[in-house]
């Protein structure tokens, strides 16, 4: 049971300290890409992969959104890493997909990614690759 209390006590406080004004932001943002038929690329490593998958499913489904996410295509993924680098696997996807300045990126992330500590730094890569 105490870890129970524990589970719902941490969540209560995330739910309670989520700036509000960042998810407005967000689904503004959402609503003009859908507005300006731009598309989203959705990344995550993981069960980020996993979430970003769905997360496309519901994009394209729901809000009518061009959707896509490279970890769909595991033969894809996979080829990139073995022949450029799991580091640059998603630059590449999105050289290839022609990211421009009507795109927007969502990266779903746990860890949040870290270069010093090498954690999710294909995701970290990507976003230095989209910013440009």
Known sequence: ?????????????????????????????????????GRLVILGVGGSAANASHAVNDFRKICNIDAYTPVDNVAELTARTNDDGWDSVFITWLKTFRLNHKNKILIFSVGGGNQKKKVSTNLIHAIKYAKK
Do not use: G, W
């Open 1 to 37: 049971m105490m870890y129970i209390n524990s589970f719902f006590d941490e969540a209560i406080h995330t739910i309670k300290n989520i700036d509000r004004n960042k998810i407005n932001k967000l689904v503004l943002e959402i609503k003009e890409l859908q507005k300006t038929k």
